[in-house]
Each structure stands twice: as C-alpha cells, then as structure tokens.
C-alpha cells in the first residue's frame, strides 16, 4: 500500500493529467461534430447498434480478414489491454486500500484466475508490441506504406508523425505493461512466496531473490505503471490509439437502415435539391464530410490495407484510401482547438487530403470499405469531393463533358440518338411495354446494352433467354433512359437527379398492375411486375439509388433471373464445353452483395461444371477499372491499366473463358492488349454462355430426333 504522501500525490498528479485528457477528448468529440448530419440514419436502435458493435470489436473478425499474422499480433496486445482495463482499476485500488482488506484482490480461485489472465496476458502484450515494433522500424514492412510517392501526404506526416507517433505508442505499452510486470514481481519477492496463479511473475521474482526489501520495486513498478497510463491519456486522443475507442463507436454509427438493415456500399446519400438553404454541394472543406466521416479519421489505425487492395493504387497511380483519412486526421490534429470551438477549416480538402489526380482515379470499386478493419469509407469522400469538384467549381476531366453532354442532350453517355436506342432489336420479336402492359418482366435494358456492339450481343443471348424459358417480359424501346449512374459516381449528382427523376416518374407508371378484362380484375399480387438488367450499374441505380427519389422497384440482375429459371426447370443447366473463370463486378458483388447467383448458373446447378476461380473473388475481387465513371474518361497515369491488372490474374488461371455479368468489365477486359492473341481467354457475358448451351442442347436434341 502507498503512504500517505504518495496517496495526496498520486490523486493531485490523476486529477491533472484527467483534466487535460478530458479536454482532449472533447474537442475531438466536438471536432467530429462540426460535420454535417447526412440523409441514412446513424443513432437508431442505438443499444442494439452498441451491442452489436462491441461483439463486432471483441471478436475482431474484420481485423482477420486479411494479414492473419500480423493480426495475431495485434489481437494479443488487444485482449491484452482490454483485460488492462480491469488491471489498472485494480492495481489502483491495490495502492489505496490496506493488504489486511484485500489480500491483493486475491478471492480464492476467482482472484486466482484473475491474477493468471494478469499475468499470462502482460506477456502475450509484450511479445504482441515487440513483434508490431520490430515489423515497422527494423523489418520496415513494405505493407506500412505502399503508396505511389507523390501520393499527396500532409506535412506532418511527411516530417515523420506517424512513426513517431507509433514509436510513442509502442514505448508507452512497454513501459506500461513493462513496470507493471516489475512491480508484480517485487511484490512477491517483498512476501517470499511463489504463487502459482502468477507462475511468470513468480519465476521473475525467484531470479531476484526474497526479501523485505524488494518492496521498493513494487512501489516503483505501480508509480510507473500507472503513472504512464494516466499520462498516454492527456496524449491519447492526439495518437493513433484513438482508435481503440473510436473504432467500436465507427461500428456503432455505421451505415445501416431504418430498421438496422445492411446498407450496401453501392448506397450514396442524397443532395436534397429543392432545399434552398443549401449553400454547398458536396466536400470542399472538412466540415462539409459527415459527421461519420470526420469520425472515420480518428477511427483510422493506419494499417493501410485500403491502399493495399486499391485498384489504382496497385497499378502504381497516386490515389490511397489509406492517406486520405490519415491526412484528415493530422489536419484535425493541428486545427482542432480552433476547428472544435466553431471556425472554419483553413484549407481545402485538396490542398492536404487527396490531390485531384487521386480524387478522379477511383473506380468507385468499393474494395476500401470492404477490407477496412474499423469500418472506414473513405470511397465516399472521394464521392462527395467529386460533388464539389462538378457542381461548385466546374473542374472535372475533360473526357467526361462529352458523356455529360450525351447524358443531357441524348439520354445516353455515348451521345447517340433516342431513335437508335432499338437498333439493337432488329430482326427479332421484342415486346413494348405499350403492346404487353401485362408483362410480369421489365426488362430494361441499358445504355451499353442498346449501344455498345459488345453489349448487344449480351442483350440478344438474354432475349434468346426469356424466349426460351416463356418469359412473359417487355421493354420501354425508344421510352427507355439512362438510370445517371455515371454522371452520380462522376460527382454530377444534378444531371443524376435529372435522369433518375425522369425514369422513376415513368417506372413508377409502367411497373403499375394492369387491369385485366371487363371486370377490372387485378393481376395476381403472386405475378408482380419485375424489373431485370444485364448491367450492374443499373441494378445499383434500381436498388439502392431510385428509392431514395420515391421508386422502389424489385430488381434483378440477369444472372440472378438465369439462376431462378435454372432451378424452376424452365430452361436446362448450363453445358460448358470450356473452362470457365469468373469475374465479378464491383456493382453486383461487393457493393451489393450478390456473388453466387453468376456462379451457380456457370456450375450448371450441381452438374459439375469446371469454374476456376481467381485469386482475387468474391469480396476481394479486383476492379475492371471501369466504375466511378471511369470508363467515360482517359485512365490517370500509373505503372499500367487497371484492366490489365485484372486480365493477367484471369489468363494465370489457365481458363479459356473468362465470364463476367457486366457490359462494362467485359468491354475493360477484352480491351486488354493480350486479349484476342493466341491461347488468350476469350471474354464473354454469363447470359452468352447459356445462350450457347441452349443453342448446343437443341443441335443435340434436334439430331436425336432427326
């Protein structure tokens, strides 16, 4: 126990460094909510979001997602110092209250249990830091800062803060959990005892040998033990380790429904344009980011596994997820005083944040979200710059004036006339919407799909399909526009408002049950209208982007309807006559979620179809390069396209078709310069495919009966 002088000392030396640690907190707090409040709901069902975040965080399932090792590491200096939370209280209360009362807190087997977490624990932290130490300043892990080196970083960081700042952190947790060691240690050695509750502590306090006199070490180890922790919280809330309470807080507040439902990464918020007290459109400056984003900063643990997934950036262009947020946090670092008490931002989220290079090579791909172990987003800064870029300066690369141009004017990207829009259909026996108001099948077939030659052929095999199966289906024809999902991701969320506002109004009509015969009876609520896409992009725009403008419609992307007719037995499994890899599309499968459908289709239902799968799928699928509108504009410069990247890991896999679901990744990966050379893979949409199996079933069927 302490003497009295330590007591009236220790208590002085606590309420000090807690005042200070107290302001530092609150005006982070208030600095993240300077931003603004956003249009998805992120404090409903609040205890069951707590809950859930604090399971989430425990179980530290979105830390092994990816780098197993080192997040073995990091989870042993985690469980660690949660367990320290329960330590320091009591190692305090050790200090303060007479042995004769608590024996060390020892209660029989429950303190001994206590003490083996303690013990047991602090080794595992020390041996978690030293590793986390040894891979960043001697093994230098590449990982740590893969970036381009014009990557735009804040000054800060480029004069050395964030190792610094881990170097502080990584000493701290030594030192803390180093003297609580120490101070263990003496303590049994001042009692002569060995206590096998501590088996490590006690071996150490063997080495230094019994006596009272060994006393002065536990006093030593307490003082400096926690001594240390109450002055890291006066500098916690400037350091990395924010995240520790920042990040279960990320979780708490992330993006769900009304009801807590998931919020696909595909979902942008809405710009409320009829609300005439809005003054700005999109991000210029760290107040305009939501308030969740401004949060995303401190959450940050600067792992960097954003940059590292990050399509541009793993083709050596200057755009990382990784240095957006943690120049948002420096930049909060050093205004913070200022910025929490209600003063603008001084700077420009362009002149320390992200370069407007960087802000246009994003694809949009939604890999960052995916990958981040604290829930960042960093995708959607980006998004909401581009906002401002567009709408409130007028910059943006030239290349995409023509699609916005094309998009205004002509109702498509390409700039090409309404009256070609059925070019596509001649020769064969379409449905109109006006001819077929009871169809059960919308099936809207897209800008690509009605003007790109590569997409047609997509449209044809799907026609062929719904042929085939009896589909009762209808298309709008030359009554057909562009969803605006590429002027949306471009940051020209009017012209968006403008297109998506003209398809929901007249979706809204056609989608409408029709009355059938003199009776007016209804259609069967069983036979619903459904809408269906060949193009991810507009099946983002149907599902996620057109109900926040009053359409909900239900959607389905063509593998998905291929899936179901496959399984009601309305067209036969699929017969490959090839092998088979597939891609998937950033808007079908990570940003909504749907990844078995396509490959269900191409496994023939169980028939043992041959699917090579890549190394990058599912989740961590790699980009095309074509999302975020980037197929409407040159490619920023980098050590190669986005597109080759992609082709070469699906050529490694030795299969002789690569399938995808998407007009525009087919376009990206046949344009790649080894595509068409001898033994390349050919690039083919999943409805093709079936389009030809139904073609080789029928040959088949047409020579048995011959």
Known sequence: MLSVTEKILFVLFAAGCLWFAYHGFRRAALAVARGQQGWLPRLNHLPRRAGEAILRTMGQGTVFKARPIVSFFHALVFYGFVYYLIVNVVDGLNGFIPPAWTQNFSFGVVGGIYRLGA???????????????VRRFIRRDP??????????????????????????????????????????TFLLASHGEFDAWQPISSSLALLVGYGDGRIIGWHIGWWLALGLILLFLVYFPRSKHLHLIAAPVNFAVERRGPELERVPHGVLEPIDFEDESLEQYGAARLEDLRWPQLLDAYACIQCNRCTEV??????????????????????????VGAFSAGEASPRELTEFAISEEAIWACTGCGACVEVCPVGNVPMMDIMDIRRDQVMMKGEFPAELQTAFRGMERAGNPWG??????????EGLDVPLVEDNP?????FFVGCAG??????????????????????????????????????????????????????VEQLNEVMKPVALGADDIPLDPASHKRVLTTCPHCFNAFANDFPQLGG??????HTQLIQELMEDGRIPPMDLDKTVTFHDPCYLGRNNGEYDAPRDVL????????????????????????????????????DRRVSEERYAEAAATGAEVIATGCPFCKVMLDSADASGKAGAPEVKDVAQLVAESLDRIQARLDAMNA
Request: include cysteine.
């Open 119 to 133: 013990d047991i624990l602090t080794a595992l932290i020390l041996v978690g830091v030293v590793w986390l130490l």
């Open 143 to 184: 990982a740590l800062v893969q970036r381009n080196p014009e990557t735009m970083l804040h000054e800060d960081i480029r004069a050395g803060a964030i190792r610094r700042d881990s170097l502080i952190v990584g000493l701290f947790i030594l030192a803390h959990v180093g003297f609580r060691l120490v101070g263990e």
């Open 310 to 335: 990050c399509p541009a950036n793993v083709t050596g262009k200057v755009l990382s997820p990784a240095a957006l947020e943690m120049n948002k946090r420096y930049e909060l670092n050093s205004i």
């Open 416 to 425: 090409l006339s309404q009256d070609k829009r059925m070019d596509w259909a």
């Open 438 to 442: 009871g169809f059960e099948v919308l």
């Open 450 to 503: 009605s003007y790109d030659p590569a997409a047609q052929a997509t449209t044809k095999a799907m026609i062929r399909i719904l042929e085939q199966a009896r589909v009762n289906y209808a298309v709008l024809g030359k009554n057909e526009g562009c969803t605006g999902d590429a002027a949306r991701r471009a940051g020209n969320e009017y012209l968006y408002y403008q297109l998506a506002s003209a398809n």
């Open 552 to 557: 909900s419609f239900e959607v389905m992307h």
């Open 603 to 638: 496994a023939g239902q169980g028939q043992g179809n041959e699917l090579i799968e890549m190394e990058r799928s599912r989740e961590d699928s790699f980009c095309c390069g074509a999302g975020g509108a980037q197929f409407w504009k040159e490619e920023e410069e980098g």
